[in-house]
């Protein structure tokens, strides 16, 4: 009833949002990318921990990886990182003023996806959701509200109603708790084995070595 | 599958599940100076403990594969990453030793019943699980 009511109402959800969902997830891939600069020859470069030929092999065949770029457009593996280097936070800016917004987001979502691809071994749970903000970001209208691009095109029409797509947004996150949790739960009897004492993944790890 | 991917949806949820991870430290030996990789940020030591967890998936899961001709390409590949690794430690704590090793460690615990014997409460060791030794040929 109360999800009915909620999905029913004509009452407009606050644009605000949309524009913190734009600010923030621009702000937070920004600072998180900034936080490797220090070591990003170590984790993408020529002489990285894993070289990209290694990694080459791990990596998803549906997404583009610096490599593959290089040899597509017949540029030097370190003049092409440079560039990326450099792209994906300009692009992640724009997308933070709301300057070409969608079209920042779709770049700075393809370049996400070629870091992440390319170093398939350093990458975690951030990356995934990363990519699924700067995905929604690219999908929702994000530069129609307190934006650089409602000042430049004031001509333009504006959308009045977001609330079609915070819905979208919330289904997912639902999705996202419902499945983390139910993954817990089916491992039930493997919790129950390790709460009698008998195995932990580093036990088990070492009885299949001995 | 290339949807999943694009729009990150298909990474899965299972973050953490089900259980946390026995994680494993890559260390290297050089001239018996034990030594770990060097990071200049957090975030990149965080990367780089990703990889340990891939790491112990593969050991976890070693032999599980259908064909032997898989699980010898997987165990090929990850020595070759291992090797790798080493070749970039070697370089980064300028060691001079001819032999150098880098082992995957996994830290193991007193177990329950040793526990209540009070026997090696508060111990843990590292136990090395995968080694791969790089030696230096002089060609002359």
């Not at chain 1, 470069?45 to 990694?55: E, M, Q, R, T």
């Not at chain 1, 070409?100 to 749970?125: E, H, K, P, V």
Request: hydrophobic residues 45%.
């Amino acid at each position: 009833m109360q999800l009915s009511k909620y999905f029913q109402s004509k009452e407009e959800v606050h644009h605000l949002w949309i524009v913190f969902f734009r600010c923030g997830v621009s702000l937070f891939a920004l600072l998180h990318f900034g936080s490797i600069q220090a070591d990003f020859e170590n984790l993408f470069g020529l002489n990285a921990f894993v070289k990209p030929d290694i990694s080459l092999v791990v990596s998803s065949e549906y997404l583009p990886t610096i490599t593959g770029i290089s040899h597509f457009l017949d540029i030097k593996y370190a003049n092409l990182l440079m560039i990326i280097r450099y792209l994906y936070p300009i692009s992640l800016l724009f997308v933070f003023i709301g300057l070409f917004s969608r079209l920042g987001a779709i770049c700075a979502l393809f370049l996400q996806l070629t870091l992440t691809n390319s170093i398939d071994f350093f990458c975690y749970g951030v990356d995934a959701f990363t990519t699924i903000c700067l995905f929604y970001a690219c999908i929702f209208p994000i530069g129609q509200f307190k934006s650089v691009d409602v000042l430049l095109f004031r001509d333009r029409k504006f959308l009045i109603s977001t609330n079609q797509y915070l819905w979208v947004f919330q289904f997912h996150l639902c999705i996202i708790y419902f499945f983390r949790a139910l993954r817990n739960c089916s491992d039930i009897i493997g919790a129950m084995v390790s709460l009698f004492g008998k195995l932990s993944i580093a036990t088990m790890l070492l009885h299949r070595l001995m | 599958m290339a949807y999943g991917r694009i729009s990150g949806t298909g990474s899965g949820y299972g973050f953490f599940a089900p259980n946390v991870k026995a994680n494993g430290l890559i260390l290297g030996d050089c001239d018996g100076t034990i030594i770990s990789p060097e990071f200049r940020s957090y975030e990149s030591s965080v990367r780089f403990n990703s990889l340990s967890s891939r790491v112990t998936d593969y050991l976890v899961d070693m032999g599980d594969s259908i064909s032997i001709e898989k699980q010898q390409m997987e165990a090929q590949y990850y020595d070759l990453l291992f090797k790798n690794i080493a070749v970039k430690m070697y370089g980064q704590h300028h060691c001079r030793s001819d032999t150098f090793y880098v082992s995957y460690n996994i830290l193991t615990f007193p177990t329950l019943a040793q526990f209540r014997q009070r026997k090696g409460v508060g111990e843990h060791k590292l136990r090395p699980v995968k080694e791969v030794k790089l030696t230096k040929l002089d060609y002359k």
